[in-house]
């Protein structure tokens, strides 16, 4: 079992910069694959950016170049940094565990709560 809280979202104007975290519970984050995800009202859950227990990294197309993914195993968190943020990036992301990478949110077992992004014009 892996409980997953989020923090770090808020309200931060275009072209700003934000930096999410996930504190993971438990002795074994190192072995899980660490992805996030986000939902905007009205839309499905859709596929950020995934993080292999080796440290490769996959985004999608419309967050690549802006966002990075890490992740420090010493502390059991994941981290996703947002810059040059853009209003369609806001939405509720999510983190969340699985056991392959894949950007399907079907194939992670475990999810956090959500933290709010909104980015304004």
């Known amino acids: 079992q892996v409980q997953l809280v989020e923090s770090g979202g808020g309200l931060v104007q275009a072209g700003g910069s934000l930096r999410l975290s996930c504190a993971a519970s438990?002795?074994?984050?190192?072995?899980?694959?660490m992805g996030w995800f986000r939902q905007a009202p009205g839309k499905e859950r859709e596929f950020v950016a995934t993080?292999?227990?080796?440290?490769?990294?996959y985004y999608a197309v419309s967050v690549k170049g802006r966002f990075t993914i890490s992740r420090d195993n010493a502390k059991n968190t994941v981290y996703l940094q947002m810059n040059t943020l853009k209003p369609e990036d806001s939405a509720v992301y999510f983190c969340?565990?699985?056991?392959?990478?894949?950007?399907?949110?079907?194939?992670?077992?475990?999810w956090g709560q959500g933290t709010q992004v909104t980015v304004s014009s």
């Open positions: 969340a565990a699985a056991k392959s990478v894949s950007i399907r949110m079907y194939d992670y077992d475990y």
């Open positions: 438990g002795h074994t984050f190192s072995s899980y694959v």
């Open positions: 993080i292999s227990r080796s440290g490769n990294t």
